[in-house]
């Protein structure tokens, strides 16, 4: 069966490193521990610069990598799934208004320590022909393929096109607040937050719908009909996934490994739902 997929060449998916041990995986995930960062992500419209670079003057020349896949096979993952802490969802509203206190600025965290900011880190990874300003890491133009939707969407730096291609969270953080990050320290809510295992470049649009959904919620490319969605022992029908579900295979591909990284508690819907997913992907 024809499995649909986003662009490989920025996305390889795992069924190429099926070999892979899941604990090589972990090892990958936590090496170089939790650091602090100085570069701050800035909105300002300075004017287009002439030079075109990617890494900016004394800073690493190791240009950021690629996402990369988790090595699990289905076995593997349905494993971790199932060896995953139990979690509640509880919103009790301390996270409203509180973002910054709680996860830092907003990409201020330089996770890789290449002296640029995380959403230019993760902009330069994900496009294509970027044209970046070497002294600020700024990416004023590139090119996406959107991997939720495959759209081609030409990104522009500015006041009213930036927001076409969004930073995401694959777990969004007032979830990850709301299932156990509560009672994290700062230093791993602010790792997570910037963590270029947990974010991909996306379509703005695609971004807003998922807004801080986990996968009980939302997949790409599929909305699950629920009503509550955060309470306790609720049952999830997932009769309706789609025929192919390629996609969705891939999207929980890349939630596993960061909620094991995180060592993140599951709902009940959110284990139903992704062990669901996983019992359709290929080995």
Same mark, same amino acid.
């Given at each position: 069966?024809?499995?649909?997929?986003? #662009?490989?060449?920025?996305?390889?998916? $795992?069924?190429?490193?099926?070999? *892979?041990?899941? $604990?090589?995986?972990?090892?990958?995930?936590?090496?170089?521990?939790?650091?602090?960062?100085?570069?701050?992500?800035?909105t300002?419209?300075?004017?287009?610069?002439?030079? =075109?670079?990617?890494?900016?003057?004394?800073?690493?020349?190791?240009?950021?990598?690629? /996402?990369?896949?988790?090595?699990?096979?289905?076995?593997?993952?349905?494993?971790?799934?199932?060896?995953?802490?139990d979690?509640?969802?509880?919103? #009790?509203?301390?996270?409203?208004?509180?973002?910054?206190?709680?996860?830092?600025?907003?990409?201020?965290?330089?996770?890789? *320590? #290449?002296?640029?900011?995380?959403?230019?880190?993760?902009?330069t990874?994900?496009?294509t022909?970027?044209?970046?300003?070497?002294?600020?890491?700024?990416?004023?133009?590139?090119?996406?393929?959107?991997?939720?939707?495959?759209?081609?969407?030409?990104?522009?730096r500015? *006041?009213?096109?930036?927001?076409?291609? =969004?930073?995401?969270?694959?777990?969004?953080?007032k979830?990850?607040?709301?299932?156990?990050?509560?009672?994290?320290?700062?230093?791993?809510?602010?790792?997570?937050? #910037?963590?270029? /295992?947990?974010?991909?470049?996306?379509?703005?649009?695609?971004?807003?719908?998922k807004?801080?959904?986990?996968?009980?919620?939302?997949l790409?490319?599929?909305?699950?009909?629920?009503?509550?969605?955060?309470?306790?022992? =609720?049952?999830?029908?997932? +009769?309706?996934?789609?025929?192919?579900?390629?996609? =969705?295979?891939?999207?929980?591909?890349?939630? /596993?490994?960061?909620?094991?990284?995180? +060592?993140?508690?599951?709902?009940?819907?959110?284990?139903?739902?992704?062990?669901?997913?996983?019992?359709t992907?290929?080995?």
């Open positions: 069966m024809s499995r649909r997929r986003p #662009n490989p060449s920025l996305f390889p998916h $795992r069924r190429g490193t099926r070999g *892979q041990s899941p $604990r090589l995986l972990l090892t990958l995930l936590v090496i170089g521990g939790i650091v602090a960062g100085v570069s701050y992500f800035s300002d419209l300075a004017d287009r610069p002439t030079t =075109q670079a990617t890494v900016p003057p004394g800073a690493s020349s190791t240009a950021p990598m690629p /996402v990369p896949p988790s090595g699990l096979t289905s076995a593997e993952a349905l494993a971790l799934v199932a060896a995953l802490p979690a509640v969802y509880t919103d #009790n509203g301390s996270y409203a208004g509180n973002r910054e206190e709680l996860f830092g600025d907003a990409w201020a965290f330089d996770f890789d *320590q #290449n002296g640029c900011d995380t959403r230019n880190d993760i902009l990874r994900d496009l022909g970027t044209d970046i300003d070497p002294a600020t890491c700024r990416v004023y133009t590139g090119i996406l393929t959107d991997p939720y939707t495959g759209e081609t969407i030409d990104f522009v500015g *006041q009213d096109t930036s927001a076409d291609v =969004q930073i995401d969270h694959l777990l969004p953080l979830a990850v607040y709301a299932t156990g990050g509560e009672a994290w320290p700062a230093e791993k809510r602010e790792a997570l937050a #910037n963590d270029p /295992v947990n974010l991909l470049a996306v379509k703005g649009t695609e971004n807003s719908s807004s801080d959904s986990l996968p009980s919620e939302w790409p490319g599929f909305y699950p009909d629920v009503s509550d969605r955060h309470d306790l022992g =609720q049952r999830v029908v997932w +009769d309706d996934l789609p025929e192919d579900t390629g996609l =969705q295979c891939w999207y929980i591909d890349k939630l /596993v490994p960061v909620f094991v990284a995180y +060592d993140l508690g599951l709902t009940p819907e959110d284990r139903a739902a992704m062990t669901a997913v996983l019992s992907c290929d080995a």
